[in-house]
């Protein structure tokens, strides 16, 4: 992945926190209830949008009212002594009226140490997300009354306002420390101790025409990996000036503040030894672009994302509110603006507009109407002629690949969720037992029913070299393969490779941590080959996590990815990817019949390799 491109998933993921819209505000009501349904009265019910909150309590039926609520994204948090939070996250598009359920409280004891093993005093909670379910934005709930939560001088931090039975995830801060984001913590009875690196000072100050810029929100992203998270954010004072600390590593730095367009992402590199590293931004006054967002009838589209880009950076982005109308604030005078329709939806004619504003500081386009994503249908045919099989189905050129099974009978329906960005995308359809396959196209603005004729092919047999940035492991090519060692297995039985001899194995080597499209195009092309080859003796595809999570935070993984073929968790330290020379995931490894291991660049052509094995006495 390109860094453009990774800067323009950051920004949006950022941007929607931020960005002017729409004058219009909306309302949202409803009820504080226990677990039971009961009315829970006097709970502090916590509004957040744009990094600022707002609090009420609840009345003695439970009830809590917020006005003046925005097209911006909502964290609603509710909180009283003895119940778990209860919460919703959501993009209020007009008035909404949700209740809010405050359940049985777990207890997660942690304790905050640095790297030398000394507790770490003074470390506070800055940001939870609960069950995957809502988040708390802490570091801004507590300038509404929120509870700090905060280590004592013990390290300690007893947080008892989370559910049972659940888990949570948080980030970590302190002032001599870096932000230390938390994956998953299971509430349960268990100490769990959370390190805090040192890290380097990143300082700076933000202006706008030499001004200083009070209240900017400044971001620090890691370069280079997709969809990464923020790694630490800061205000700017009321002299415009900021810091925050950061391992050392290269980032993304990116300011924002409502009232002024953002600059380009700024790169900067924090080298360990350094004692801080200073970047300044300079906002720039903004030009305005407004306009209206139309669904096939003419009525109004919410929730539509509209974003300001050049070439491949993302520097603002608006959602459509619920008169369909969206306004983006940008500092540049031309570029294009990006529709990005709600799921389902496609706009009739251009998704991107070329804008040259000049002098202008105000415009408004024409407005923009949407149209339905076709469903795509169609039917695979043997060379002969007749209905084919079950088929491998997956997309080859889109940035979120799709991945299927067709019918017993080889027809299939392909939806597109979301609008891509060409109008002709390719697939391939590929038999799991025979060479046999086809690539097609679909012409998105023009769809009709296809039928796809397999054709015979020649497999790529070849083994190719290792790639650069990826694992070489071209020593064990040939070789017997290494064992593999794992501690927990998930749905299955402890597999090991002695007793698989006589079968084609599939290994894969990942983590959950992972979230990158190449590593859930990866999982996903393994579970499509699980559903088709689970019923054959002589194939066995495996999946085996790192071991620096807990086994209920591997199992959470498994459920979330919805993944069903054997996994394992690799032993400590590290064996079995220490076994395989495994230092970048996801990685995987086929191994024949004999437990040699034959394959190990298998991107596009993961079936075809499986295939050649099987038929291999």
């Not at 309302?27 to 006097?42: L, W, Y």
């Not at 998105?444 to 397999?454: A, F, G, R, T, Y």
């Not at 983590?511 to 019923?535: C, H, P, T, V």
């Not at 004999?594 to 660049?601: A, C, D, F, G, I």
Request: proline letters at 7%; one cysteine or more; aromatic letters at 8%.
């Amino acid at each position: 992945m390109t860094g453009p491109l990774i800067r323009q998933r950051i920004l949006i993921a950022l941007l929607c926190f931020l960005v002017p819209l729409s004058a219009q505000a909306f309302s949202v009501k409803g009820q504080v209830v226990d677990q039971h349904g009961r009315a829970v009265e006097g709970a502090l019910v916590f509004c957040a949008q744009d990094r600022e909150a707002r609090k009420t309590v609840s009345a003695a039926d439970g009830a809590y009212h917020f006005d003046g609520i925005s097209v911006r994204m909502m964290a609603l948090v509710a909180w009283k002594p003895g119940y778990a939070l209860g919460g919703q996250t959501s993009l209020p598009l007009g008035d909404m009226e949700l209740n809010l359920i405050l359940p049985a409280p777990g207890d997660v004891l942690i304790r905050v140490i640095n790297n030398n093993f000394l507790s770490v005093a003074g470390a506070r909670i800055t940001s939870m997300m609960v069950n995957d379910l809502f988040h708390v934005p802490v570091d801004e709930l507590v300038e509404a009354g929120f509870p700090l939560l905060r280590s004592d001088d013990k390290g300690l931090l007893d947080l008892s306002c989370v559910p049972a039975g659940g888990y949570v995830k948080l980030t970590l801060a302190h002032h001599h420390y870096a932000d230390s984001s938390i994956a998953y913590l299971p509430v349960d009875t268990r100490r769990r101790d959370l390190v805090l690196y040192e890290g380097v000072r990143l300082r700076g100050r933000i202006t706008v025409e030499g001004e200083a810029v009070p209240r900017a929100r400044i971001s620090l992203f890691q370069q280079g990996v997709e969809e990464q998270k923020v790694f630490a954010e800061a205000f700017s004072d009321p002299e415009g000036y900021y810091h925050l600390r950061a391992p050392e590593d290269s980032y993304l730095l990116v300011a924002h503040h409502r009232e002024y367009a953002a600059p380009q992402p700024q790169q900067v590199l924090l080298r360990s030894g350094e004692e801080s590293v200073t970047a300044d931004i300079a906002l720039t006054r903004a030009h305005v672009i407004g306009g209206t967002i139309l669904q096939p009838d003419n009525k109004p589209c919410p929730g539509a994302r509209v974003l300001f880009r050049v070439d491949d950076t993302v520097f603002e982005e608006a959602i459509s509110d619920s008169t369909g109308a969206f306004e983006l604030r940008i500092g540049r005078a031309d570029g294009i603006i990006r529709v990005v329709p709600p799921p389902g939806f496609m706009t009739e004619i251009l998704a991107d507009i070329p804008v040259q504003l000049g002098e202008t500081r105000q415009t408004t386009l024409p407005p923009i109407k949407l149209k339905a994503l076709p469903v795509v249908r169609g039917k695979a045919l043997f060379p002969e002629g007749i209905p084919a099989e079950k088929l491998y189905l997956h997309s080859l050129d889109l940035p979120a690949p799709i991945h299927m099974i067709t019918r017993e009978d080889g027809s299939f329906e392909i939806h597109f969720f979301y609008q891509p960005e060409q109008k002709n995308i390719f697939f391939r359809l590929e038999h799991p037992f025979r060479f046999l396959r086809r690539d097609f196209a679909v012409v998105l603005d023009q769809p009709s029913e296809i039928e796809v004729l397999l054709e015979s092919f020649e497999p790529d047999l070849e083994r190719r070299p290792a790639e650069t940035g990826r694992n070489d492991m071209e020593a064990l090519l040939g070789k017997e393969a290494p064992p593999i060692v794992c501690a927990d297995w998930f749905n299955s039985q402890p597999l090991s490779l002695e007793k698989l001899k006589g079968k084609v194995v599939v290994l894969t080597f990942w983590g959950g941590f992972d979230n990158s499209i190449f590593a859930m195009n990866r999982l996903r092309e393994m579970q499509s080959a699980w559903e088709l080859y689970k019923d054959q003796e002589d194939v066995m595809l495996i999946g085996i996590h790192d071991a620096s999570n807990e086994a209920d935070e591997i199992a959470e993984y498994i459920r979330s990815c919805g993944l069903t073929f054997p996994v394992g968790k690799d032993d400590d330290p590290f064996v079995s990817f220490v076994n395989y020379g495994i230092n970048y995931i996801p990685q995987t490894v086929i191994i024949d019949k004999q437990s040699t291991v034959h394959y190990t660049q298998v991107e596009g052509r993961l079936f075809e390799l499986i295939k050649a094995l099987r038929r291999r006495p």
